[in-house]
């Protein structure tokens, strides 16, 4: 968590969200960085040692359709000079979504030497995904090796069930995947050290890290998009449990009537998801809206229909945000996705109806996420750091300092 004080979390990655700060004025984190951070954070020097051998794809073919990611700024490209870029070197973050990829080479200091973004074509079938994914860590590979950097690890997020550990894409219902030994594939495709992640808990790693949890020790990290799902973290640990922890889209809410795509009625998602608020108002005007964002606005513009709708997306996540609070007892929730860019639209009567629902309970703070839609891709960095062996310090990082 970033003190009023404290410069941008990530160069290039600039915070779009509510701080803590802001939401309770008096808060002041208990310590500069969470001690599960550290097994996350580079370190600010790489040893003396001879590095790793460079996973080079200067021979594979050139990738098209690259763009940088809007906002950002490239740093610029830097020589080998002792000490310099070449010795310590970068990774590279992909964070692969049902609809795009957003990728990057990212410095010692978690800063986007490059960054690009490509339709996911999921459409074309799970072995055009697959291919898909093996370019863009090959065209980014090619980036950095352009501007003499060695590539250390590739760090790659994807959606569904992950098992960190067995690195497999378990089973995802978005890009058609099912017991997927997903990060040997992109090995053996690329020649890079791939880490294979859940795309939720690395935006949660990066929350905590960099971002509106900095500093916190029980959290729940919520992003609400085409679906929902959540990243835990409990005593200072994110909770994997195979892969199958988090999954809060999933708990049946009292408002919730409508079938889900995991075979039960009732599920969190299908009544507060980015999808499901849209397809409620066109199911109930008759109208066509592009999203969620068109029934936020509405909402705000006095739209019965929408405010109808609107809140009951609200009334849900206030139940299962209840349920998992009375059994983990998060000290902050932080909301994140498309949904949780509303602000205080989503908030506000979110808080309200979680405070409702909660007696005994601690009461936790809830915040909007600060790194946006760029929160996965950093935690996908972060885990490529750890994988490559590099021991934490705050220092150097790009953290905000204290």
């Known amino acids: ?56 794809a200067a021979t594979a073919p050139a990738a098209t359709g690259e763009e940088d990611l809007p906002g950002d700024s490239p740093s610029p490209p830097a020589g080998p000079a002792a000490g310099g870029p070449r010795a310590q070197g970068c990774v590279i973050a992909l964070d692969v979504g049902g609809t795009g990829m957003k990728g990057a080479v990212l410095d010692h200091g978690m800063r986007p030497v490059d960054t690009v973004y490509r339709p996911t074509p999921r459409a074309d079938g799970p072995a055009a995904v697959l291919d898909a994914i093996a370019d863009t860590l090959l065209a980014l590979d090619r980036t950095a090796t352009g501007r003499g950097l060695l590539v250390h690890h590739a760090g790659v997020v994807v959606p569904g069930i992950v098992d960190d550990g067995l690195r497999r894409a ?40 960099l971002g509106a949890a900095r500093g916190a020790q029980n959290v729940l990290f919520v992003a609400i998009g085409t679906g929902i799902a959540a990243a835990l973290v409990c005593d200072g640990r994110p909770v994997r449990a195979g892969g ?35 397809s409620a108002y066109t199911a109930r005007t008759g109208r066509a809206v592009a999203g969620a964002a068109d029934v936020a606005a509405l909402t705000a513009q006095g739209d019965p229909v929408a405010q109808e709708v609107w809140n009951r997306a609200a009334t849900g996540l206030a139940e299962a945000l209840a349920t998992v609070t009375t059994l983990l007892a998060p000290e902050l929730i932080v909301l994140g996705g498309g949904l949780a860019e509303a602000g205080p639209l989503l908030l506000d009567p979110v808080r309200a109806g979680l405070e409702e629902r909660l007696t005994f309970q601690r009461r936790p703070l809830l915040v909007r996420a600060e790194l946006g839609d760029r929160a996965a891709c950093l ?17 150097g990082t790009g953290a905000p300092a204290r």
């Open 244 to 278: 199958y922890a988090g999954e809060i889209g999933h708990i049946a809410v009292g408002s919730g009537t409508e079938a889900c795509a995991c075979g039960r009625t009732g599920c969190l998602e299908t009544v507060a998801s980015a999808a499901a608020v849209a």
């Open 1 to 56: 968590m970033s003190s009023n004080s404290s410069p941008a979390p990530a160069e290039g990655f600039p915070p779009s969200g509510t701080r803590r700060e802001d939401a309770d004025p008096g808060y002041r984190p208990p310590s500069p960085v969470p001690l599960w951070a550290a097994e996350h954070l580079p370190a600010a020097h790489l040893p003396a040692a001879a590095p790793p051998a460079t996973m080079s």
């Open 379 to 395: 935690g996908a960095g972060l885990a490529a750091w750890q994988a490559a062996g590099h021991t934490a310090t705050a220092r």
């Open 170 to 209: 378990v089973w995802s219902a978005n890009l058609g995947w099912r017991d997927l030994p997903l990060a040997a594939l992109l090995e053996e495709r690329t020649g890079l050290h791939v880490t294979l992640g859940h795309d939720v808990r690395a935006g949660g790693v990066a929350e905590c890290t």
